[in-house]
């Protein structure tokens, strides 16, 4: 089984620039997410898709990021302008459906992609 | 709102030596708790899960974490390092009140083993 693709896997960019990540989750995934890890820090969480719909943004700088998953498989998320602070790597992972509503909870593992190290100067 | 506590941020080993990792996460109700790893210039990868049962799991790689409820801990072990082991490793949890859907990180232990 494939697993979680993202690209590009690394991007310099100068503040105020613009840029666009990728992410294609395992096949068949419904839930999908995109997570910012700052350099010593874990991995938090900033969109949360099911399907095709936002579930969760309520920790994305909408100010400057956007995330959309129009067909409810793959994803893209950009930033526009960057700021020095966005250097991270950005993280997608994606999460199997739950075959019924007691089937949730031990359906939760998420899967993550390589990452996208974004380094703003 | 949830959060995770690991309060070794960097712990040097040699071979053969015992690890422990502390996790402590601060939510009340029902919880369901993984270790993640991440090896130098890979990406995560699940160590092992608790959801219920058994409060000693076991996970690849001989480690094994174990829950203790009343601590609000989750505690990752393993007998005898190799230096292969060197990686960083993240605590995380997700509760019953957002629908075991939203995965709380701890900051990360990087551990280092010497041969």
């Known amino acids: 089984e494939a697993g979680v693709a993202q690209s590009p896997r690394y991007k310099i960019i100068e503040k105020r620039q613009s840029v666009a990540f990728w992410c294609n989750p395992i096949s068949g995934h419904a839930t999908l997410y995109w997570y910012q890890q700052i350099l010593g820090q874990g991995p938090k969480l900033l969109i949360q898709f099911q399907n095709n719909g936002v579930v969760d943004d309520s920790q994305l700088p909408k100010d400057r990021f956007s995330a959309e998953r129009l067909k409810g498989v793959d994803s893209t998320l950009k930033i526009q302008p960057a700021k020095l602070e966005d250097s991270a790597v950005y993280l997608c992972?994606?999460?199997?459906?739950?075959?019924?509503?007691?089937?949730?909870?031990?359906?939760?593992?998420?899967?993550f992609g390589p990452g996208t190290r974004l380094t703003v100067l | 709102a949830q959060s995770v506590s690991q309060h070794n941020h960097h712990v040097i080993l040699s071979e053969a030596a015992s690890l422990e990792l502390g996790c402590n996460y601060s939510?009340?109700?029902?919880?369901?708790l993984f270790w993640y790893v991440q090896y130098p210039g890979q990406h995560l990868q699940l160590l092992l899960k608790y959801f219920s049962g058994d409060p000693l799991v076991k996970g690849i790689k001989g480690f094994e974490a174990e829950f203790i409820k009343s601590k609000f801990s989750f505690n990752l072990r393993k007998p005898s390092v190799q230096w292969s082991d060197t990686a960083e490793y993240f605590c995380?949890?997700?509760?019953?009140?957002?629908?075991?859907?939203?995965?709380?990180f701890g900051t990360g232990t990087r551990l280092l083993v010497s041969p």
């Open positions: 939510y009340g109700g029902t919880v369901n």
């Open positions: 995380a949890v997700n509760a019953r009140n957002t629908g075991f859907q939203k995965l709380v």
């Open positions: 992972a994606s999460r199997p459906r739950a075959p019924s509503s007691q089937g949730i909870r031990s359906y939760n593992e998420q899967f």
